[in-house]
């Protein structure tokens, strides 16, 4: 089969790899319909998290089962599966708790299973499932096509947004400002709008994701950055700042923004992969009562909460996709998402 490896920076190449196989008992093939890029995809492709060999690329996908182990259960030949962009058993202590990115037993897409077999890398055609009954979760009935966008986004930048939004406590009636217009910023402000806030504010200077900030429920836009960006934020918000903000982006830049824009009392709900260092201030923190929530989204928790709204039509998380391509043109997907052309690429096989 075709799959696509990173050989280095800026190195994207679509190669011919062995075709997965089942080995556990409770694993499944999966023929993918529909990949992405992500935004943490880039940080390897930009050289700033070293690739030292190349290696499998690409951790999210939706799909059709194609084999299943003896072992499996929950998902049959057939089934249109969504997986989250790690794999997990579902079952251990930090999967009950709610953790199942921490799973004991589980990995991630592009590199060996607890059980020593490979878990294939999502931009390719298959992908072997380690652990089929916890991280696949099958829709009722095979989706319409214009819906497969929209279910790929539960995978990740969908749960992504909502586990900022979780973890900063939005409810009805917040103030919540959104730092980061990447597809998981504006899945926060979606997020924030179905939760109930009562403002939304998204920190963006670009044009036709402002449009989608808005399209989503985002109810002011602000462009200004540093202390500039503060003060805006304080001025819209009795001279304090707002209830929520939600870091979406991972350098030391965001998170200061999003920390001063938070007012006393108030939450930041952080889910940008931490590139650039970020730092917490304790003293900043301690002294203004300003909470820090957040981390690697555990999305597989979340997908049966969203997966009816998605199904139906009540939220379309889908519209970040602003540019589909066929996998021939991964090369060309990543490009687009570095140059800021599109907000997320789609890839189909």
Request: hydrophobic share 40%; aromatic share 4%.
């Amino acid at each position: 089969m075709r799959a696509t490896v990173i050989h280095g920076e800026r190195d994207i190449r679509l190669e011919d790899v062995p075709d997965p196989k089942l080995s556990t008992g409770g694993d499944a093939i999966v023929r993918v319909v529909a990949a992405c890029v992500c935004g943490s995809d880039l940080w390897p492709y930009r050289g700033i998290s070293p690739t030292t060999h190349p290696r499998r690329i690409g951790h999210e996908f939706v799909g059709i089962v194609e084999e299943i182990g003896p072992d499996v259960r929950n998902v049959k030949l057939g089934d249109f599966v969504i997986a989250p962009f790690y794999d997990c058993d579902n079952t251990c202590a930090n999967c009950r708790n709610g953790v199942s990115t921490s799973c004991l037993n589980g990995g991630w897409w592009g590199s060996d299973d607890s059980m020593g077999a490979f878990a294939d890398g999502a931009q390719g055609e298959r992908v072997r499932v380690p652990h089929a009954d916890g991280s696949l979760v099958a829709t009722p009935s095979p989706p319409d096509d214009a819906l497969v966008p929209g279910l790929l986004t539960l995978a990740d930048v969908m749960g992504t947004g909502h586990h900022a939004a979780v973890s900063a406590g939005v409810t009805a009636g917040s103030t919540v400002v959104v730092v980061g217009d990447g597809a998981v910023g504006l899945c926060a402000i979606l997020a924030s709008k179905r939760l109930g806030a009562a403002r939304i504010v998204a920190m963006s200077r670009h044009a036709d994701r402002q449009s989608v900030a808005r399209e989503f429920g985002a109810t002011d836009i602000v462009e200004e950055r540093g202390d500039e960006g503060v003060a805006r934020i304080r001025e819209m918000f009795d001279g304090i700042g707002a209830d929520c903000v939600l870091e979406c982006v991972g350098t030391k830049e965001s998170m200061d923004q999003a920390i001063r824009s938070t007012r006393p009392g108030g939450m930041v709900g952080y889910v940008g992969v931490p590139n650039g260092g970020p730092e917490l201030p304790v003293r900043t923190l301690f002294n203004h009562n300003v909470g820090v929530n957040g981390g690697v989204a555990p999305v597989r928790s979340y997908v049966e909460e969203l997966l009816p709204e998605v199904l139906s039509g009540a939220i379309d998380p889908g519209r970040v996709f602003d540019l589909e391509l066929p996998l021939a043109e991964v090369a060309e997907a990543y490009a687009a998402m570095d140059e800021r052309r599109a907000i997320k690429v789609l890839l189909r096989p």
